[in-house]
């Protein structure tokens, strides 16, 4: 198979296809269950989806969103609002313009517009027509965000004459849920459509790390009562290995030895975005549509580092400017390599108990038990091995 005729189903960094799906029945039960009582009885939910880096926070609202359009005919935007989002107003404008965006590629333009009205005439439109960009001034946008609440509440007006709701997916909260105002907003508007004489067909579902939340509670504490948490833990072995045996065997038409699929499991230590990386460095690794043990090894230094540098000299090397923490991350690496059980044990690292504690609050380590700590993936380990023999060639030079 050639260079150009490969086509990898792995997708790092971005969530995952339905076909790809795995796990998180209990978790999507719970967010169908509020869809469905939003719906029905035609009022607001909210839910926060929440857990580590890599989890797959947004596989899982994606998927809802998927369900919400296609087997309950509902309206649905996920809406990322990123580091960009650093007022009420850049929020406001961001979700507006996935919706119209959504309206769009679906087909209900013209509702959208009989709603929008004056603003769609800001609205340009790109190539093909389904990507849209507004255009406002700044008090256009400052109106736009005094005007959120009762524009969606004619959007909810409208979808609940015909039978439908709406699931509204405000995920990548880090640049605006720090200020005080984002989290009194979300509060005003939950109250608002709450207290509504309108019908409120609406799921509004949060995304984003515990810190997120936390910072939102601390804002307002009364957000702790309006929103049903759904927390993401590390998927089963089971469930990962379901993952690659579709994703190869299915999707790639590749055949996988059970050797090679184990590696890949452990490695990948239940995080999906991890999943993905791993998969897709295999996938290229492999040259006879046949993964053995060979080629899984080959995918997994691959791996760790791409992972590495998109996680842990961002997230953990940047962080850690002391030389002796580093110098304590490379021991781990080496304490585990040799251990059976990949087990680090605080007894062999003096004076560590800060490092140890830091490189849990990064996810770099979890403890096990007492005294005893794991990386909390392979490739995160493979990465500092890797990192330590760096190091100890610019030391030699």
Same mark, same amino acid.
């Given at each position: 198979?050639?260079?150009?005729?490969?086509?990898?189903?792995?997708?790092?960094?971005?969530?995952?296809?339905?076909?790809?799906?795995?796990?998180?029945?209990?978790?999507?039960?719970?967010?169908?269950?509020?869809?469905?009582?939003?719906?029905?009885?035609?009022?607001?939910?909210?839910?926060?989806?929440?857990?580590?880096?890599?989890?797959?926070?947004?596989?899982?609202?994606?998927?809802?969103?998927?369900?919400?359009?296609?087997?309950?005919?509902?309206?649905?935007?996920?809406?990322?609002?990123?580091?960009?989002?650093?007022?009420?107003?850049? =929020?406001?404008?961001?979700?507006?313009?996935?919706?119209?965006?959504?309206?769009?590629?679906?087909?209900?333009?013209?509702?959208?517009?009989?709603?929008?009205?004056?603003?769609?005439?800001?609205?340009?439109?790109?190539?093909?027509?389904?990507?849209?960009?507004?255009?406002?001034?700044?008090?256009?946008?400052?109106?736009?965000?005094?005007?959120?609440?009762?524009?969606?509440?004619?959007?909810?007006?409208?979808?609940?004459?015909?039978?439908?709701?709406?699931?509204?997916?405000?995920?990548?909260?880090?640049?605006?849920?720090?200020?005080?105002?984002?989290?009194?907003?979300?509060?005003?508007?939950?109250?608002?459509?709450?207290?509504?004489?309108?019908?409120?067909?609406?799921?509004?579902?949060?995304?984003?790390?515990?810190?997120?939340?936390?910072?939102?509670?601390?804002?307002?504490?009364?957000?702790?009562?309006?929103?049903?948490?759904?927390?993401?833990?590390?998927?089963?072995?089971?469930?990962?290995?379901?993952?690659?045996?579709?994703?190869?065997?299915?999707?790639?038409?590749?055949?996988?030895?059970?050797?090679?699929?184990?590696?890949?499991?452990?490695?990948?230590?239940?995080?999906?975005?991890?999943?993905?990386?791993?998969?897709?460095?295999?996938?290229?690794?492999?040259?006879?549509?046949?993964?053995?043990?060979?080629?899984?090894?080959?995918?997994?230094?691959?791996?760790?580092?791409?992972?590495?540098?998109?996680?842990?000299?961002?997230?953990?090397?940047?962080?850690?400017?002391?030389?002796?923490?580093?110098?304590?991350?490379?021991?781990?690496?080496?304490?585990?390599?040799?251990?059976?059980?990949?087990?680090?044990?605080?007894?062999?690292?003096?004076?560590?108990?800060?490092?140890?504690?830091?490189?849990?609050?990064?996810?770099?380590?979890?403890?096990?038990?007492?005294?005893?700590?794991?990386?909390?993936?392979?490739?995160?380990?493979?990465?500092?091995?890797?990192?330590?023999?760096? =190091?100890?060639?610019?030391?030699?030079?």
């Amino acid at each position: 198979m050639g260079m150009i005729e490969k086509q990898s189903p792995f997708m790092p960094g971005r969530p995952v296809t339905p076909e790809l799906f795995v796990g998180r029945k209990g978790e999507l039960e719970r967010l169908q269950r509020l869809v469905l009582q939003s719906f029905r009885q035609q009022r607001v939910e909210c839910a926060f989806i929440t857990g580590e880096r890599g989890i797959g926070k947004s596989s899982v609202a994606q998927m809802l969103a998927t369900q919400v359009e296609f087997l309950w005919n509902g309206y649905a935007v996920h809406s990322y609002l990123g580091l960009r989002a650093k007022s009420l107003e850049d =929020a406001a404008e961001r979700v507006v313009t996935d919706l119209l965006t959504r309206a769009r590629q679906q087909g209900w333009w013209e509702k959208a517009k009989a709603v929008l009205g004056k603003l769609v005439e800001k609205v340009e439109l790109g190539l093909f027509g389904t990507v849209v960009r507004i255009h406002l001034t700044t008090e256009e946008r400052r109106q736009l965000a005094s005007d959120f609440t009762a524009i969606l509440e004619d959007l909810l007006s409208q979808a609940a004459q015909e039978g439908r709701g709406w699931l509204l997916v405000l995920d990548d909260l880090n640049g605006i849920a720090p200020l005080p105002e984002f989290a009194h907003f979300i509060k005003s508007l939950v109250d608002s459509l709450a207290t509504s004489r309108q019908p409120t067909p609406l799921c509004l579902v949060l995304v984003g790390l515990p810190e997120r939340r936390d910072e939102l509670m601390r804002n307002q504490p009364s957000i702790a009562r309006i929103f049903d948490v759904i927390v993401l833990s590390r998927l089963e072995d089971k469930f990962v290995a379901e993952f690659f045996q579709k994703a190869f065997e299915e999707q790639a038409g590749m055949e996988v030895a059970k050797d090679a699929l184990d590696a890949m499991v452990k490695a990948s230590g239940g995080y999906p975005a991890l999943m993905h990386e791993v998969g897709d460095a295999v996938f290229w690794t492999d040259s006879d549509n046949f993964i053995d043990l060979t080629d899984a090894a080959k995918g997994l230094v691959a791996a760790a580092q791409q992972v590495g540098r998109k996680y842990l000299d961002r997230q953990v090397y940047e962080a850690l400017h002391s030389e002796k923490y580093r110098e304590l991350l490379r021991r781990c690496a080496r304490m585990a390599f040799n251990s059976p059980d990949r087990i680090i044990r605080r007894r062999d690292l003096t004076g560590a108990d800060n490092f140890l504690r830091r490189m849990v609050e990064l996810s770099v380590l979890q403890r096990v038990r007492s005294g005893e700590y794991r990386f909390t993936n392979e490739l995160y380990m493979l990465y500092a091995l890797m990192e330590a023999e760096t =190091a100890k060639t610019r030391h030699t030079r």
